[in-house]
């Protein structure tokens, strides 16, 4: 599904963003991405659905190489790809429905099914009072939520959830969370960059611990809470 | 349809933007109107002052029917020249006599008719010039029989002189007027793109192709410049029905002028928007890193 | 002066901008301007043609010179006239021998002189209409020894019809140009202004006072002014420049043109911006719930 | 320093985003605002740096009457209040070293002063190595500290923080709520509004809970965990 080799991401001269990734992602399975502030979890995230292209290296997603992908392919890259932004991307001159049924216009889905689906997902994530109100008028978790909406609406292949609970409290954080597990359960893979450690700590999925840029930690087990502390 | 659905939402949602890219649209197509009418005009003009240029050829008193047959025939067949037409003595006198209009009284003091028979030589456009005058003249003069030849040197110099100088002064113009028109409704446009760049960056991270991003600012821009467009020639039409009655033929407008107009406007909205939206598409793969703006 | 400095970060920030609004400024005032350019000549032609209306009384033959002088006094104390000039019998002829040019050898076959003597009567710019021309000659021709009466009615009538429309165009064309300036010009800074309105309500959240955020607005704005008043009056020149020598006194231009143009370029850029960040500060106190943009 | 009667918002007509809020806030008070998404955290927070005003009532701050308040001097009020915005409202054309300046030019400070404060506060939280970033090349942590920064430099009197903590991992939480109680220690009034509601339970200081617009608990002691529950 998900293919890394030896990628290295530099924004500045000599200073990494990310350094030396190898990782290898199958179908559906489920992975929490996790580290401090600007350790590089959005940066992974953006490679992933081919926002930014590795200064070293080759990313390989759904089949789409970052070396030889053409213009005219990424948007059909990204349509197999739900992203919940860390900054929610809303259009600001659309209402909530019209947000979430973008997603599904831009790949021609008749009207009806549009409606349809679209009402579904914004009843998940608890939203259908607020079906009409523009991003503005919209609290920081609601607006977080509609960003969530919106990726699952797609019903993707693949999900890539950047700190979707940064901005909601701990109920929804839970809800959020069963609803992300219930889409892999139907087969999508879900790759959850989050800061959120005791969220992490003791989940049974696998667990990508990125520091400084680097990947120092890829396992199922439990995490040690001194992972997130500065002299590792 | 999705993409007229879409403009139509642009144009409603951004009220602002629409109200200044038609506002720019339309001043710069109702320049551009008026440059053409004068244009137009100027060009009416120079003709009807150009039909004017011609060459008299006076003739000596005691010609015969068959030399004057003869000459006209020679004149007629240099190169240049499209009609000679003879004017006899009689009709000379007579149109001296309407030329003095009010004065005309004091002809009646004449005793003799003092003026010649002349032939009155007309020549085709291109050959109006002072040069061409000047050797066709020439020709006419050393022919027997001719005695004088006139062809008003100085007014065919100043006219020439003129004419240059406002075909030069149109031209300049128009250049200005058409790049300039192009360059500001061009960078309005981008303007309006600018101001929703968030935007076209979000629909290309969910995934929408480029043609779906553009095709809603490219009809956008044609509904604009339509609009623009006709708003402009039916304002320039209405200031010219305002005074047409009163112009006589002094100022002529054509339909054709105010298709142009539509034309134009039209062409200025789709490459506006086309080249504007373009520009805030992302980087294309290859190029370093993106969103640096 | 951190105004100043904020003011140039605008510019050199927002190039795109700048740009566009120096562009549409620019356009907007070489139209400006070409129009200013036009209307004074216009208003010069229209002058030099006035300057020859006049009427000229023919007097009978015998007159003497005390009835004569009389005659001058009595034309000179009516109501518009300002000067009256006598043209003797031979001066007459002299006049009619120069306008004849070419063909005044005919009038060595005149015995008599059979031109009369007259009064070239100049009037007052305001009293060369049709109507005023009429009235005064009609005293004038009620006075004993004054033969017949000339003022070239149909020449005045036409003049005075062109006049009339012309200065109705330039008038409407004044109108739609300089308010289509200002209308684009105010929105398309205010198009620069919505791009930054973010920035301005950050701004306005963070303790800024309105004119701390307007003033740097206001000074990109007069100095894109200035520049596009400058570019535009300096291209106008060159292009008179460029056929001044060949126009002659044809058409004129004055320095202080140029000045109105820059002036008003300045004037476009303050008001312009003055207007444009006003409306995107915030709603003042009172007003319902704000943002709801 | 903060008083609000019988405060009502009202966005859309009969629909309340706040109801009958009263509250007395005292000079170097620390106050936690907490409640689920969308109780109305945020609106709060706006009525005090007057953002919004009431649709019904009386908000008082630093003197200021949300009633007789004119034009010209909200500014005067906002220079007293530091504001932490959940959103962090960055200014995009101007990199970090200028947008935390910035709050200290608006008032006239001396450039050498703003010089030293601005390099002492960006150090603070740990952004010295990105102080000529510009906000889009900063993670959200980071950008969520430039916003921290922006409102500390002017060592207000009040500081309102809206979820300053939304966007980084633990261990930046921790440094960034030492930073607010130091400032706290120094006179300022500290009102942060967070849905973490572990960060909150057990904490000394006074905690009101909103919830679907209204106070439903304003207290020292322990809160329960209940309280984001839906049926309360
Ligand atoms: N466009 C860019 N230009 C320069 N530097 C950048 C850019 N984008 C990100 N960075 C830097 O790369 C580092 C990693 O950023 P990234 O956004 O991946 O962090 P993160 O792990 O998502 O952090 P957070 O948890 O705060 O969101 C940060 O130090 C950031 O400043
Ligand atoms: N301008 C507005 N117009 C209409 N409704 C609004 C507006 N601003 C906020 N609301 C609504 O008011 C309610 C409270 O919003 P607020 O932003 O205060 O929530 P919050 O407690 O900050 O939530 P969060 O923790 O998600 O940030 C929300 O339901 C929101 O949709
Ligand atoms: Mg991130
Ligand atoms: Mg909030």
């Known amino acids: ?232 | 349809m999705f993409i007229l659905r879409e403009a139509f939402r642009g144009l409603s949602k951004n009220k602002l933007m629409a109200l200044v890219t038609f506002g720019v649209m339309f001043f710069s197509l109702f320049i551009f109107g008026l440059f053409l009418i004068s244009t137009v005009n100027l060009f009416l003009l120079i003709q009807k002052a150009e039909e004017k240029v011609g060459i008299s050829a006076f003739l000596e008193d005691e010609l015969s029917d068959n030399e004057i047959e003869s000459l006209k025939r020679d004149i007629s067949s240099l190169m240049g020249v499209q009609e000679v037409i003879f004017v006899s003595k009689s009709e000379a006198f007579e149109k001296f006599r309407e030329d003095l209009g009010e004065d005309s009284d004091l002809l009646e003091a004449l005793e003799t008719n003092p003026l010649p028979a002349s032939f009155d030589i007309k020549l085709y456009e291109s050959f109006k010039d002072p040069k061409n005058l000047e050797s066709i003249s020439r020709k006419v003069d050393a022919m027997p029989g001719v005695e004088e030849i006139k062809y008003g040197e100085e007014w065919v110099k100043i006219l020439d002189r003129v004419v240059k100088v406002l075909v030069g002064i149109d031209l300049i113009l128009g250049v200005i007027i058409s790049f300039s028109s192009i360059f500001v409704v061009a960078n309005t446009i981008k303007l309006t793109v600018f101001a929703r760049r968030k935007q076209i960056e979000i629909m290309e991270l969910v995934g929408a192709t480029h043609r779906f991003i553009i095709s809603p600012f490219l009809v956008e821009g044609v509904i604009e410049g339509i609009l623009a467009g006709g708003f402009a020639s039916g304002l320039l039409f209405g200031i010219y029905n305002i005074f047409a009655a009163r112009l006589g033929d002094f100022i002529q407008v054509t339909r054709e002028l105010f298709i142009i107009v539509v034309v134009f406007g039209t062409l200025l909205g789709y490459i506006g928007s086309h080249i504007s939206v373009k520009k805030f598409l992302r980087a294309p793969i290859g190029t370093e890193l993106p969103k640096g703006k």
Request: proline letters at 4%; one cysteine or more.
């Open chain 1, 1 to 232: 599904m998900i293919q890394i080799y030896d990628t290295d991401v530099v924004f500045h001269k000599e200073w990494y963003a990310l350094k030396n990734i190898n990782l290898k992602i199958e179908k559906g399975e489920f992975i929490f991405v996790t580290g401090p502030s600007g350790c590089g979890k959005t940066t992974l995230l953006r490679l992933m659905y081919m926002d930014i292209f590795p200064t070293k290296g080759e990313v390989i997603v759904a089949g789409y190489h970052s070396s030889s992908i053409k213009s005219k392919e990424i948007p059909f890259l990204r349509r197999k790809i739900g992203v919940i932004f860390q900054d929610f991307k809303l259009l600001q001159d659309r209402d909530l429905f019209d947000n979430v049924s973008f997603a599904l216009q831009v790949t021609a889905t008749p009207r009806k099914q549009i409606k349809e689906k679209v009402l579904k997902t914004i009843a998940d994530v608890h939203l259908s009072h607020k079906r009409d109100s523009f991003p503005y008028q919209l609290s920081g978790g609601e607006q977080q939520r509609v960003s969530i909406a919106r990726a699952l609406v797609r019903e993707p292949f693949i999900l890539l959830a950047d700190e979707p609970t940064g901005n909601v409290d701990p109920e929804s954080t839970k809800q959020i969370l069963e609803l992300l597990k219930d889409i892999n359960a139907s087969g999508t893979a879900v790759i959850m960059a989050t800061h959120e450690i005791h969220l992490v700590k003791k989940s049974p999925f696998r667990k990508i611990v990125v520091k400084m840029g680097e990947v120092i930690e890829d396992t199922k087990d439990n995490l040690k809470e001194e992972i997130f502390l500065d002299n590792l």
